[in-house]
């Protein structure tokens, strides 16, 4: 069998492209998770389950079903605005406890939470894969996928090492449950915003 050295190189690109800030939202994570083992673990398989939607809801779509209709897409902005208003209301309740003097960098990091925000986070890229897989078939759609989720691991291990680095986590372990919520808001209004959701 014959590998596509072209197919794989533009699946790189595009996967590169479409998810750059996506390592942003990485490395917030994996910096709460600390050195945690089942945090960071819970933070890899919530990224893994969230792209593995947007692929699934990509191979549909171009299968000619319409999953995700594009009028709905920019209010998926609402799932990570959801989340760090809660984020935020947990840092404000916490205030002044022993907790909020020494937070607990794994407590706040869930699987479904992870997964959640990178769909939400990485639902225009949907718009982006559906032509790009209806015009490469079943096999390519394929070879997209593999690639794709290869991808992930690296995204996954580059966000860790950035998490890891002495500066940043000394950053992420004193301001990380405060930057968690503004993040996540900041990601909600942005895809609400740009998607000129409720007429914005």
Partial sequence: MLVDWALIGRAAAMFAVTNIDDMVVLAVFFGRAGRSRSAVARVVVGQYLGFAAILAASVVGALGANLLPEKAIPYLGLLPLILGLRAAWNVRRDRGS???????????????????????????????????????????????????????????????????????????????????????????????????????
């Avoid at 000394?170 to 998607?195: E, K, N, Q, S």
């Fill in 98 to 200: 022993e907790n909020a003097a020494a937070p607990e960098q794994s407590a706040g990091v869930g699987v479904l939470q992870v997964a959640t925000v990178t769909f939400a986070n990485g639902g225009d890229n949907i718009g982006v894969y559906v032509p790009v897989f209806a015009l490469a078939g079943p096999d390519g759609m394929a070879g997209y996928a593999v690639v794709f989720l290869c991808s992930v691991a690296l995204w996954c291990l580059a966000g860790w090492f950035f998490a890891s680095r002495r500066a940043v986590s000394a950053l992420l372990t004193r301001w990380g449950h405060v930057v968690l919520p503004v993040v996540l808001i900041g990601i909600g209004f942005t895809i609400l915003i740009d998607g000129g959701a409720f007429g914005l």
